[in-house]
Protein backbone atom coordinates (compact mmCIF):
# COMPACT_ATOMS: atom_id res chain seq x y z
CA UNK A 1 0.00 0.00 0.00
CA UNK A 2 2.95 2.24 0.75
CA UNK A 3 4.84 1.58 -2.12
CA UNK A 4 1.66 1.82 -4.01
CA UNK A 5 1.15 5.92 -3.16
CA UNK A 6 4.61 6.14 -2.95
CA UNK A 7 5.06 5.34 -6.95
CA UNK A 8 1.96 7.79 -7.64
CA UNK A 9 3.12 10.52 -6.32
CA UNK A 10 6.35 9.72 -8.25
CA UNK A 11 4.26 9.52 -11.24
CA UNK A 12 2.75 12.54 -10.60
CA UNK A 13 6.37 14.04 -10.07
CA UNK A 14 7.43 13.03 -13.37
CA UNK A 15 4.39 14.11 -15.44
CA UNK A 16 4.21 17.42 -13.91
CA UNK A 17 8.08 18.11 -14.71
CA UNK A 18 7.45 16.05 -18.34
CA UNK A 19 4.33 18.72 -19.15
CA UNK A 20 6.34 21.53 -17.99
CA UNK A 21 6.25 24.64 -20.34
CA UNK A 22 9.48 25.61 -21.60
CA UNK A 23 9.63 29.23 -22.30
CA UNK A 24 12.43 30.42 -24.74
CA UNK A 25 12.90 33.83 -26.41
CA UNK A 26 11.58 33.60 -29.47
CA UNK A 27 8.33 32.77 -27.48
CA UNK A 28 8.28 36.30 -25.27
CA UNK A 29 10.05 38.53 -27.84
CA UNK A 30 6.83 40.03 -29.70
CA UNK A 31 5.12 40.26 -26.13
CA UNK A 32 7.59 42.44 -24.20
CA UNK A 33 7.14 45.72 -23.60
CA UNK A 34 9.66 47.86 -25.09
CA UNK A 35 9.17 50.31 -21.76
CA UNK A 36 9.94 47.75 -19.45
CA UNK A 37 12.79 48.49 -17.04
CA UNK A 38 12.80 44.78 -15.70
CA UNK A 39 13.64 43.12 -18.96
CA UNK A 40 14.02 46.41 -21.28
CA UNK A 41 12.13 44.67 -23.97
CA UNK A 42 13.71 41.42 -24.23
CA UNK A 43 10.89 39.55 -22.20
CA UNK A 44 12.78 36.87 -20.33
CA UNK A 45 14.70 37.99 -17.17
CA UNK A 46 17.00 36.80 -14.89
CA UNK A 47 15.48 34.79 -11.95
CA UNK A 48 16.17 36.04 -8.26
CA UNK A 49 16.21 32.35 -7.12
CA UNK A 50 17.71 29.99 -9.44
CA UNK A 51 19.41 32.89 -11.83
CA UNK A 52 17.95 31.14 -14.86
CA UNK A 53 15.89 33.41 -17.02
CA UNK A 54 12.33 33.32 -16.67
CA UNK A 55 9.77 35.58 -18.27
CA UNK A 56 8.16 38.76 -17.48
CA UNK A 57 5.61 40.00 -15.94
CA UNK A 58 4.76 42.34 -19.16
CA UNK A 59 5.12 39.41 -21.01
CA UNK A 60 2.17 37.67 -18.91
CA UNK A 61 0.28 40.91 -19.10
CA UNK A 62 0.38 41.15 -22.83
CA UNK A 63 -0.81 37.57 -23.20
CA UNK A 64 -3.82 38.44 -20.80
CA UNK A 65 -4.84 41.76 -22.27
CA UNK A 66 -5.06 39.83 -25.68
CA UNK A 67 -7.10 37.05 -24.41
CA UNK A 68 -9.21 39.00 -22.06
CA UNK A 69 -10.18 41.57 -25.28
CA UNK A 70 -11.08 38.23 -27.03
CA UNK A 71 -13.13 37.36 -24.62
CA UNK A 72 -15.09 41.15 -24.38
CA UNK A 73 -15.53 41.20 -28.03
CA UNK A 74 -16.90 37.75 -27.89
CA UNK A 75 -19.50 38.25 -25.26
CA UNK A 76 -20.54 41.76 -27.16
CA UNK A 77 -20.92 40.19 -30.26
CA UNK A 78 -24.29 39.26 -30.82
CA UNK A 79 -25.36 35.49 -30.23
CA UNK A 80 -27.10 35.09 -33.44
CA UNK A 81 -23.87 35.61 -35.25
CA UNK A 82 -21.96 32.71 -33.63
CA UNK A 83 -22.70 29.66 -35.49
CA UNK A 84 -21.90 25.74 -35.26
CA UNK A 85 -19.05 24.06 -36.63
CA UNK A 86 -17.60 21.64 -37.10
CA UNK A 87 -13.67 21.04 -36.02
CA UNK A 88 -11.27 18.05 -35.82
CA UNK A 89 -11.15 16.74 -32.19
CA UNK A 90 -8.01 14.42 -30.84
CA UNK A 91 -10.71 11.80 -30.13
CA UNK A 92 -10.11 7.87 -30.22
CA UNK A 93 -12.60 6.93 -32.40
CA UNK A 94 -14.10 10.05 -34.06
CA UNK A 95 -12.05 13.00 -35.51
CA UNK A 96 -15.29 15.31 -35.95
CA UNK A 97 -17.49 16.61 -33.68
CA UNK A 98 -19.55 20.01 -33.72
CA UNK A 99 -18.73 22.80 -31.13
CA UNK A 100 -19.26 26.49 -31.00
CA UNK A 101 -16.04 28.07 -30.03
CA UNK A 102 -16.72 31.18 -29.38
CA UNK A 103 -18.87 30.08 -26.23
CA UNK A 104 -16.34 27.46 -25.27
CA UNK A 105 -13.97 29.99 -25.23
CA UNK A 106 -15.76 32.43 -22.89
CA UNK A 107 -16.19 29.65 -20.64
CA UNK A 108 -12.81 28.28 -20.75
CA UNK A 109 -11.83 32.27 -19.88
CA UNK A 110 -14.01 32.43 -16.65
CA UNK A 111 -12.99 29.07 -15.64
CA UNK A 112 -9.68 28.83 -15.76
CA UNK A 113 -9.81 32.81 -13.41
CA UNK A 114 -12.26 30.63 -11.43
CA UNK A 115 -9.84 27.78 -10.48
CA UNK A 116 -6.45 29.85 -10.27
CA UNK A 117 -7.47 32.60 -8.39
CA UNK A 118 -8.03 32.79 -4.74
CA UNK A 119 -10.90 34.08 -3.02
CA UNK A 120 -10.41 37.54 -2.77
CA UNK A 121 -8.19 37.69 -6.04
CA UNK A 122 -11.55 36.50 -8.06
CA UNK A 123 -13.69 38.54 -6.09
CA UNK A 124 -11.82 41.74 -7.40
CA UNK A 125 -11.39 39.74 -10.78
CA UNK A 126 -15.26 39.61 -11.26
CA UNK A 127 -16.00 43.05 -9.68
CA UNK A 128 -13.24 45.10 -12.71
CA UNK A 129 -12.81 42.50 -15.33
CA UNK A 130 -16.13 40.14 -15.66
CA UNK A 131 -18.94 42.95 -14.47
CA UNK A 132 -16.75 46.45 -15.84
CA UNK A 133 -16.39 48.13 -12.16
CA UNK A 134 -13.92 50.79 -12.59
CA UNK A 135 -11.51 51.23 -9.74
CA UNK A 136 -13.18 53.92 -7.42
CA UNK A 137 -16.08 51.67 -7.38
CA UNK A 138 -13.99 48.56 -6.53
CA UNK A 139 -11.96 50.46 -3.87
CA UNK A 140 -15.15 51.63 -2.49
CA UNK A 141 -16.98 47.89 -2.42
CA UNK A 142 -13.09 45.98 -1.39
CA UNK A 143 -12.10 48.79 0.92
CA UNK A 144 -8.65 48.54 -0.63
CA UNK A 145 -6.46 52.20 -1.90
CA UNK A 146 -6.12 52.58 -4.95
CA UNK A 147 -2.40 51.60 -4.83
CA UNK A 148 -3.31 48.32 -3.58
CA UNK A 149 -6.22 48.02 -5.91
CA UNK A 150 -3.95 48.42 -8.99
CA UNK A 151 -0.88 45.97 -7.22
CA UNK A 152 -3.35 43.56 -7.07
CA UNK A 153 -4.89 44.08 -10.90
CA UNK A 154 -1.48 43.59 -12.39
CA UNK A 155 -0.92 40.68 -10.45
CA UNK A 156 -3.88 39.15 -11.38
CA UNK A 157 -2.86 40.10 -14.96
CA UNK A 158 0.63 38.36 -14.23
CA UNK A 159 -0.96 35.12 -12.50
CA UNK A 160 -3.69 34.61 -15.49
CA UNK A 161 -1.63 35.54 -18.44
CA UNK A 162 1.03 32.77 -17.54
CA UNK A 163 -2.07 29.83 -16.97
CA UNK A 164 -3.57 31.16 -20.10
CA UNK A 165 -0.58 30.19 -21.87
CA UNK A 166 0.43 27.07 -19.73
CA UNK A 167 -2.85 25.55 -19.85
CA UNK A 168 -2.35 21.67 -20.85
CA UNK A 169 -3.13 20.39 -23.43
CA UNK A 170 -5.20 23.23 -24.87
CA UNK A 171 -4.31 26.86 -24.01
CA UNK A 172 -6.15 29.83 -24.52
CA UNK A 173 -3.41 31.67 -26.02
CA UNK A 174 -1.97 31.68 -28.99
CA UNK A 175 -5.68 33.05 -30.29
CA UNK A 176 -4.92 31.90 -33.73
CA UNK A 177 -4.34 28.05 -32.32
CA UNK A 178 -7.57 28.13 -29.93
CA UNK A 179 -9.52 29.05 -32.91
CA UNK A 180 -7.96 27.53 -35.90
CA UNK A 181 -8.46 24.30 -34.68
CA UNK A 182 -5.16 23.07 -34.36
CA UNK A 183 -5.32 19.77 -32.92
CA UNK A 184 -2.34 18.47 -30.91
CA UNK A 185 -1.65 14.86 -31.69
CA UNK A 186 -3.96 14.75 -35.23
CA UNK A 187 -2.43 13.13 -37.85
CA UNK A 188 -0.46 15.43 -40.18
CA UNK A 189 -3.01 16.71 -42.58
CA UNK A 190 -1.80 15.26 -46.33
CA UNK A 191 -0.21 17.66 -49.20
CA UNK A 192 -1.71 17.65 -52.07
CA UNK A 193 1.09 15.24 -54.63
CA UNK A 194 1.43 15.63 -57.82
CA UNK A 195 -0.59 13.01 -59.40
CA UNK A 196 1.49 10.14 -61.14
CA UNK A 197 0.35 8.11 -64.41
CA UNK A 198 1.22 4.63 -64.11
CA UNK A 199 4.13 3.89 -66.05
CA UNK A 200 3.02 1.62 -68.98
CA UNK A 201 4.99 -1.14 -69.72
CA UNK A 202 5.75 -1.79 -73.45
CA UNK A 203 4.36 -5.31 -73.87
CA UNK A 204 6.09 -7.65 -76.12
CA UNK A 205 4.03 -8.63 -78.76
CA UNK A 206 3.53 -12.00 -79.40
CA UNK A 207 4.71 -13.39 -82.71
CA UNK A 208 1.90 -13.14 -85.21
CA UNK A 209 0.37 -16.79 -86.08
CA UNK A 210 1.72 -18.41 -89.17
CA UNK A 211 -1.19 -19.09 -91.12
CA UNK A 212 -0.64 -22.41 -91.89
CA UNK A 213 -0.73 -23.57 -95.65
ZN1 LIG B 1 9.31 43.17 -19.08
Redo the contacts with the bound molecule.
Keep these: MYKDVRFVCLQRCLEEFLSRFEWNRSEVLGL??ET????????M?DNGNTGAPSP????FRAIFRACYHRFRYLVKTEKHISRTRMEHTNGKEQRLAWGRRDEEYIADFCIVARRNLTASEHKLFRFHFLLGADWKLCCRQLKMNRGDFFHEVYRIQAKLGRVLRELRPYSLFPLDEYFGGAVRGAPPRRTPTVVEMPVLKRRRLDPPLRKVA
Design positions: AKCTHCLGFGRCNCV
